[in-house]
């Protein structure tokens, strides 16, 4: 079946480094969707990109999305203690509506000051 | 004013049991969701309601039924639980096919 796969799994940044997770799909995505999910919190939508080779900034967040329309990364530029938590991919699902989401198993990020 | 909500926050029972988890969102969105986190962060789809039907059913065991009242809720009741039923349970909304909200989740503990 349709799969997401994410790396990696953790990692580990002094605050000021910069941060990025890959994300793979094993079938072409109409899109794919960031979410971010504090300790302890619910996932929060961070965007939606539908274009192939689309580049997208949030502040310090760069989103791309590959040509192929099978992968995509999230790069942050000097991380700060607030980007801790876990950042997931997802892709719409093979369902008919194509409303579920496949979420990848996400990156954890750590930040000491 | 609480986009998504759900209740319990926890919920601690005992296997065998039944229970149930409230879902309510009050954004106007079309399709409603239940997703499953396991203790490692994985976030797994269980079920999707659109407009009071249901349009996925994942491979989740038939213990698991989700009911809607109507468009703003989606319950989800759980018979029989099990070990292994542990997790944090999310309900999410959309306006479907664009982004989720996730409500705050029910941490679900058997023993």
């Known amino acids: 079946g349709q799969q997401v796969m994410q790396i990696p799994q953790y990692q580990h940044v002094q605050e000021g480094e910069d941060f990025t997770t890959y994300c793979n799909s094993s079938?072409?995505?109409?899109?794919i969707q960031w979410y971010k999910q504090r300790p302890g919190g619910h996932p929060v939508f961070l965007i939606q990109l539908v274009k192939s080779g689309e580049v997208k900034k949030q502040k310090r967040l760069t989103f791309q999305f590959g040509e192929a329309k099978k992968n995509s990364s999230l790069h942050i530029t000097a991380t700060q203690t607030t980007d801790v938590g876990t950042y997931f991919c997802?892709?719409?699902?093979?369902?008919?509506?194509?409303?579920?989401?496949?979420f990848g198993k996400g990156t954890t990020l750590s930040v000491s000051s | 004013d609480t986009a998504v909500s759900q209740t319990p926050k926890y919920l601690v029972t005992q296997m065998g049991n039944d229970k149930s988890i409230k879902c309510e969102q009050n954004?106007?969105?079309?399709?409603m969701y239940w997703y499953k986190q396991d203790s490692k962060k994985f976030l797994k789809i269980m079920f999707s309601?659109?407009?009071?039907?249901?349009?996925i059913n994942e491979t989740v065991p038939n213990r698991f039924s989700p009911k809607s009242p109507d468009k703003a809720h989606l319950n989800l009741h759980i018979n029989s639980l099990e070990l292994g039923d542990s997790a944090v349970y999310f309900c999410a909304s959309s306006l479907s096919p664009y982004e989720q909200y996730f409500g705050p989740g029910t941490r679900l503990t058997v023993t």
């Open positions: 997802a892709g719409p699902g093979t369902d008919q509506a194509g409303t579920a989401l496949i």
């Open positions: 079938t072409t995505l109409s899109n």
């Open positions: 309601y659109n407009n009071k039907e249901l349009i």
């Open positions: 954004l106007g969105h079309d399709t």
